[in-house]
């Protein structure tokens, strides 16, 4: 499985953008997928997951602002962000998991997309 994320940026805040997370070699839809983030000098921590089934999960510091969605006939996974604030400026990555339903995806990775919210 290949995962190539795209759609970062620059944006005020408030603003909004939508990442995409498309995959090749598989169909994501049997898959649970996510998108985590990493700040410089932290550890990756998870932002969004969607299982096979379509349950999301949120960190809370993005509820309410954050959706993550399927896009089934593009195998593609989508995380629209909106109302972004300084704070979630950081590189973000897609992830896949061959369990279906796992709440931690991490069998494969996308490369890195940055987001960057100026105040």
């Known amino acids: 499985v290949q995962l190539q994320a795209s759609g970062g940026g620059l944006v005020r805040a408030g603003g909004s953008l939508r990442l995409s997370c498309a995959a090749s070699g598989r169909a994501l839809s049997r898959m649970s997928m996510g998108w985590y983030r990493q700040y410089p000098g932290k550890e990756r921590e998870l932002v969004a997951v969607?299982?096979?089934?379509?349950?999301?999960h949120y960190r809370d510091s993005v509820k309410g602002r954050f959706t993550i969605s399927r896009d089934n006939a593009k195998n593609s996974v989508l995380l629209q962000m909106s109302s972004l604030k300084p704070e979630d400026t950081a590189v973000y990555y897609c992830?896949?998991?061959?369990?279906?339903?796992?709440?931690?995806?991490?069998?494969?990775w996308g490369q890195g997309t940055q987001v960057t919210v100026s105040s």
């Open positions: 992830a896949a998991d061959l369990a279906p339903y796992s709440t931690v995806p991490y069998d494969y």
């Open positions: 969607i299982t096979s089934d379509g349950i999301t």
